[in-house]
């Protein structure tokens, strides 16, 4: 730590390999001549990519002798656990409790029973809010800065709207009301989309329980708070969607119309404009702002930054400088629209205060939470301080101080170089900021849709499965079930820990890898993430190739995939029983339900759809499957694999989904976010699978040789060990094999 110290703070980042040398003997493995040796086998260590971790951890079956699979956590004793409110009980919580008045309550009430009764029975009795939710929304009502971490599918994006609902019927109500709009920044179209939704839906379902509400009301209300209780919320505010698929001119003039009121003078006497929520993506929110750039002066009374990492895209601290040059010069979209409605402005520190405040200043700060609290290791919090923000720097159009706008950030993997960036950067006073986090909590166990309907407690949780794909020379072709021979190679399923063992041993010496260019820094992380896979010792008498770098795929190649992946995921599916097939090929194939398949954002979806419905799987594009599930004449959502880009993933929403598949190479962080669409609040109750631990959902990573190691890496830093897929002999009877 010490070295580390004693570098100026802009090169402490530029080198991972300053990070290996003191920490891991792989670099040594990596630049030495000496042979490799075999590490032993370690518990995960800390992320070099930086990341915090959700914990969900799954309880042990009765009689298990080993530990089930969980996702773990590698945070320190410094996890904020005392930062959390303690939650009343959980029966007792009710919406009311948080602060939202009962008109929205009722609202709330009867929207979840929408939008669960589908797929659950046993939601006739009100669904109360989660412990996520709790925590989130009475802070968030009373004007807090908050930093919200919570694993994902905890209901944080809902208790943003609830809140965000709640704000605007106060603004109304109240008889001085902002000087700006709240802002709600998506990470993607399709967030926004999904938020937008959820709110116009909201307004709706409270406009219904008001007008039941009044209906069955015959004496008139004796006080003024019931009287203002009966005014239909939010009924004034003005709503506007900004994103990239809306045509511009026509966003522009209502753009201009909806921010037209907060740029009159506001100290001349004019009835005050209606609370306006702006809900879109940062991009789309540029492009207004240059469209119309009078609004740039327009200062938010509220910006909410739902998957905030994604959002600002925080560079590591061991980015190298270029990399941190160029993100200087070039910001992501909303770290731009950040400092376009808080523009910075260098003004003069002020005066140091007299000792007898300072002290007292002093034993105030010793009472806030720790800043290192969201870290994963003490040891490395030690390396970096957040510097105390600059005071006064951000001002307003006239040069005066700048009254910050109520921030909110959430995401499940808010990171150390985000706060770092939203602190330094004077965004956020850390002084002002509750941090919350709700890693430990898994919500299903805490949400009553988790175990209304079973006698004992039988919490819900995520089976992770994961194994290589190899094409094979023996095996049969794989027939569709109209009986027709498709042209399909055969794919081997093996197991991560076989691959492991099968895979080349590394050689320094014959790894000259090209110096320069995305291919070479490519290349560079394969052979670290390989060598930084744990060990596993080759099976007696299976030699291990050395192993060369692999060559990016051509576009042929990229197609060849989509044909090689369909195979195997039929493979896959139907050994663990989600894809049953009877064993006359003439009998269509079903699926247990919908389910999500993840592949690389650069491959076409369309291919990917077009090759598994070559192998007779019923397979859809994303928008295909919400347009059909959003039409009025489809009340259900039919069995298919919904294909879609991995890059999607983040706060996406489908109630219905009963397994998910990966096709991609992740990170810790892209795991995280692509298996968090299963294992949800309220989504639909998992399958019972003969090859399925019970009540839990299965996600299903599959990737191609060469990201053996990746696949390892992440898993070692997620603390999981994932299960594998049944070979085809030790399948259950009743369950075929595809492949
Ligand atoms: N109190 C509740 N009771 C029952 N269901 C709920 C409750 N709150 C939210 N839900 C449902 O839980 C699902 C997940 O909610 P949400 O998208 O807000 O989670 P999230 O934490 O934001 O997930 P992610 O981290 O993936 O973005 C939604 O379908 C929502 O309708």
């Not at 670099?27 to 030495?32: F, N, Q, W």
């Not at 939008?115 to 925590?135: I, K, Y």
């Not at 990171?415 to 919350?436: C, D, H």
């Not at 090689?564 to 247990?592: M, Q």
């Amino acid at each position: 730590m010490p070295f580390i110290r004693m570098l100026p703070s802009w090169s402490r980042g530029s080198s991972p390999q300053l990070l290996l040398r003191r920490r891991t003997p792989c670099y040594r493995r990596l630049t030495s001549s000496r042979p490799a040796r075999a590490l032993p086998e370690r518990a995960p260590t800390r992320s070099l990519l930086d990341i915090n971790l959700i914990t969900r951890t799954a309880p042990t079956p009765p009689g298990s002798p080993t530990p089930p699979l969980h996702w773990s956590r590698r945070l320190s004793s410094s996890s904020p656990q005392g930062l959390s409110p303690a939650p009343p009980s959980q029966r007792a919580l009710t919406w009311g409790r948080l602060g939202v008045h009962s008109q929205l309550a009722h609202g709330i009430d009867l929207l979840l029973r929408q939008q669960h009764q589908h797929h659950r029975a046993d939601v006739a009795a009100g669904l109360p809010p989660t412990r996520a939710q709790a925590a989130l929304i009475p802070p968030f009502i009373g004007g807090r800065n908050i930093w919200f971490r919570g694993a994902t599918g905890s209901g944080k994006t809902w208790a943003l709207v609830v809140a965000l609902c709640e704000a605007l019927h106060r603004d109304a109500m109240a008889a001085k009301p902002s000087t700006g709009p709240f802002v709600y920044v998506a990470a993607t179209r399709e967030l926004a989309i999904q938020v937008a939704s959820w709110v116009a839906a909201l307004r709706q379902a409270t406009r219904a329980a008001s007008a039941s509400a009044s209906a069955s009301t015959t004496a008139p209300a004796s006080t003024a708070l019931a009287s203002r209780e009966r005014t239909p919320p939010n009924e004034a505010a003005a709503i506007l969607l900004a994103i990239g698929t809306i045509p511009m001119a026509e966003q522009t003039a209502a753009w201009k119309q909806m921010v037209a009121p907060y740029l009159v003078d506001r100290a001349a006497p004019s009835s005050p404009p209606p609370p306006t929520l702006l809900i879109g993506t940062p991009g789309r929110f540029l492009e207004l702002i240059r469209a119309h750039p009078a609004s740039a002066r327009v200062v938010p009374r509220l910006i909410v930054l739902d998957e905030a990492d994604e959002l600002l895209l925080p560079l590591s601290r061991y980015a190298p400088a270029g990399k941190k040059f160029q993100r200087l010069r070039h910001p992501p979209p909303t770290e731009t629209l950040l400092q376009t409605w808080m523009p910075l402005v260098p003004v003069p520190a002020p005066a140091s205060p007299p000792p007898a405040e300072a002290a007292a200043a002093a034993s105030a700060s010793a009472s806030e939470p720790s800043q290192d609290s969201l870290e994963n290791d003490p040891a490395a919090d030690a390396e970096e301080e957040i510097a105390a923000p600059a005071p006064q720097r951000r001002v307003n159009a006239g040069g005066a101080r700048l009254r910050l706008p109520q921030l909110v950030l959430a995401s499940a993997t808010l990171n150390f170089p985000l706060k770092k960036l939203v602190y330094e950067g004077g965004y956020l006073a850390q002084s002002t900021t509750l941090e919350l986090d709700f890693q430990d909590a898994s919500p299903l166990i805490q949400h009553p849709l988790a175990t209304a309907a079973t006698a004992a407690p039988t919490p819900t949780g995520i089976a992770h499965f994961a194994a290589i794909m190899r094409t094979s020379d023996s095996g049969t072709s794989s027939a569709s079930p109209s009986g027709t021979a498709t042209a399909m190679p055969p794919v081997d399923l093996i197991p991560l820990k076989t691959a492991l063992a099968q895979r080349p041993a590394y050689d320094p010496a014959s790894a000259r890898l090209p110096k320069q260019g995305k291919h070479a820094q490519r290349l560079r992380g394969e052979v670290l993430l390989d060598s930084l896979a744990p060990p596993v010792a080759a099976p007696p008498g299976l030699a291990r190739p050395v192993w060369s770098p692999p060559k990016p795929l051509s576009t042929a190649q990229k197609v060849d995939m989509a044909r090689v992946i369909a195979p195997a995921l039929a493979a896959a599916l139907t050994r663990l029983g989600i894809l049953r097939v009877a064993n006359d090929s003439e009998t269509p194939r079903g699926l247990v339900g919908p389910g999500l398949v993840f592949i690389d954002p650069s491959a076409s979806a369309d291919a990917v759809v077009a090759a598994l419905q070559q192998t007779g799987l019923p397979a859809v594009t994303l928008e295909a499957y919400r347009a059909a599930r959003f039409a009025p004449t489809c009340p259900t959502e039919a069995p298919a694999l919904v294909v879609a880009a991995a890059s999607t993933a983040r706060g996406m929403d489908l109630p219905a989904l009963q397994f998910a598949v990966m096709l991609v190479p992740l990170n810790a962080t892209g795991y995280v976010h692509c298996a968090g669409r299963v294992g949800r609040v309220g989504q639909a109750r998992p399958p019972v699978l003969p090859a399925v631990p019970a009540g839990q959902t299965p996600v299903i990573w599959l990737l191609g040789q060469t990201h053996a190691g990746r696949m390892a890496q992440t898993f070692n830093h997620l603390a999981i060990e994932p299960h594998a897929i049944p070979s085809s002999s030790s399948m259950p009877t009743g369950v075929a094999n595809a492949s």
